[in-house]
Every structure is written in C-alpha cells, then in structure tokens.
C-alpha cells in the first residue's frame, strides 16, 4: 500500500506545475500571440496560486491514465444512451435504489475524480460523502460493479492497491 | 459537402439527440435524483458528441485541444453541481416530488 503523502512536496512544484499550465492555456487561447504577457500572466498566477491555495502535485501514471480516459469515454456514451433510454421509453423504466459504497482510494484527488465520475457513468450518482463511504443514487439494481471498475481505474493512475487499505 | 463535414454533422446531430433526450428526462422524471440523472449524464454525451463534432469541422489542433478543454470544464462543473443539488436533495429529506 502506497502511503498517502504528496509524491513531489513544496510549493515551487506546484508552482512550476501552475505556471506551466496557465502558459499552455494562454497559448491555447491566444493562438500563440504574445507570449511575453502569457508568461508574465503565467508567472503571477502561479504566485498568487500557491501562495493562496497551494495544492500538492500526484505523480499520474500515464498507462492507466489512457486506460482511465478511455473508459470514462465509454461509460459516458453508454450513460447517455441508458438514460436516453429511460427517458424515452413510454413506460420510463426507473428502479431508483440507494447504494451505500465503501471507498477503497485515500488521496483526496482520487476521491474527487471518483465522484466526479460515477455521477457521468450510467445509473448512478453520487449523492454524499461521509468519510471513505458514498451515497449513491443508482436507477437500477446491480450498479456496483461498474463504481468498483471506475474506482479500480482511478487507484492505477494514482497508483494505489485497486482495493482499499490493508489494515 | 467532404467526409468529414458529414461525420461532423452526424455527431452534432447525435449530440442533440441526446440533449432532447436528457431534457426529456428532466420533464418526465419524477424525483429530483433521477432528473439529476438525466440531466448531467445525457449533457456530458451530448456535449461530447457536439464538441466532436465542431472540432472535427474547424480542422485545427489548436481549436480540438481548446474544445476539449472546454468539455472538461462542463463535465466538472455538472458533476460537481449535480453532486451539490443531490446532496442538498438529500438533506432536506426529499423523496418524490408530485408529478406536474
């Protein structure tokens, strides 16, 4: 089990990882124009940025990074077809239950990704958080299989054991 | 019209499909946890499907990574404010609301 603490400690990480992304969004925005500004603009955001709220940078693993996307991807198109599917449906096919799911991740972020995602993914949403257990509200029976995937999924790409704590 | 300006059409038209679908969802639902359902799952497909599609009609990295970045944004944004109305649903102890 991969101990929760932050992989590159410090705010000039975090800063550095800031910076370089805000530079990268001017960019973007921008189409390439100016550069100078975006990285003064750049170069105070990330200041002000970890001087006020610095967070601490997670070592991704890029594999399971991929591996994540592609099944959010799925699981999205698959949950808006389910839930076209109820919505269309004469009848509306809804059998509404409440899952109480014991979360096996510890990081924060990983959490936050969890929860993000298993409200976009078929069936479920997640309603509360208590600790390391969710509130999810699922439209059918047997949903727990797919959060168990999602959170195996996520625990890669933050490198932690698929399935909780050991202790 | 070239190929990839009907595949682009073919995905914005599918994106809308599933917009009318989730806002279907949200009329005829009858609780406040299943129109959540539907409204932030077929608008994640949706968009995704229109935002597809637009990228691929622009024809530039810049504008498909900017797009892209975009989606995300939405996708965060629904999740996070469905998890927010669910969670207040929740504490107010709402169950089912009356049909209109």
């Given at each position: 089990m991969i101990q929760v603490q932050p992989a590159l400690g410090g705010r000039l990480p975090w800063a550095l990882a800031v910076g370089a992304l805000l530079f990268v969004l001017w960019l973007l925005l921008g189409g390439g124009q100016g550069p100078v500004y975006g990285l003064m603009a750049a170069t105070a955001g990330a200041g002000i940025g970890s001087w006020l709220a610095p967070g601490t940078l997670q070592r991704l693993r890029l594999r399971p990074l991929l591996r994540f996307a592609a099944l959010f991807v799925v699981r999205s198109v698959v949950g808006g077809i389910d839930i076209s599917w109820r919505a269309l449906?004469?009848?509306?096919p809804l059998q509404p239950t409440w899952i109480r799911y014991d979360l096996g991740l510890q990081k924060p972020a990983g959490r936050a990704l969890f929860m993000i995602t298993i409200s976009l993914t078929p069936g479920t949403l997640c309603a509360e958080q208590q600790g390391g257990e969710v509130h999810v509200h699922a439209l059918?029976?047997?949903m727990e299989r797919g959060l168990r995937e999602i959170e195996n999924a996520i625990a890669a790409v933050f490198g932690e054991s698929p399935r909780g704590p050991g202790a | 019209m070239s190929i990839s300006a009907w595949l682009a059409a073919l995905l914005i038209v599918a994106g809308t499909g599933f917009f009318f679908a989730g806002t279907m969802g949200l009329l005829r639902f009858p609780d406040v946890f299943s129109r959540l359902h539907a409204l932030t799952k077929a608008d994640n497909t949706g968009l995704g499907l229109v935002a597809a599609g637009v990228a691929l009609l622009h024809q530039s990295w810049r504008h498909a990574a900017l797009i892209t970045v975009i989606w995300l944004l939405a996708l965060a944004a629904s999740s996070i404010a469905c998890h927010l109305v669910a969670r207040d649903a929740l504490a107010r102890g709402e169950q089912r609301e009356e049909k209109p």
């Open positions: 449906h004469p009848a509306m059918g029976p047997d | -």
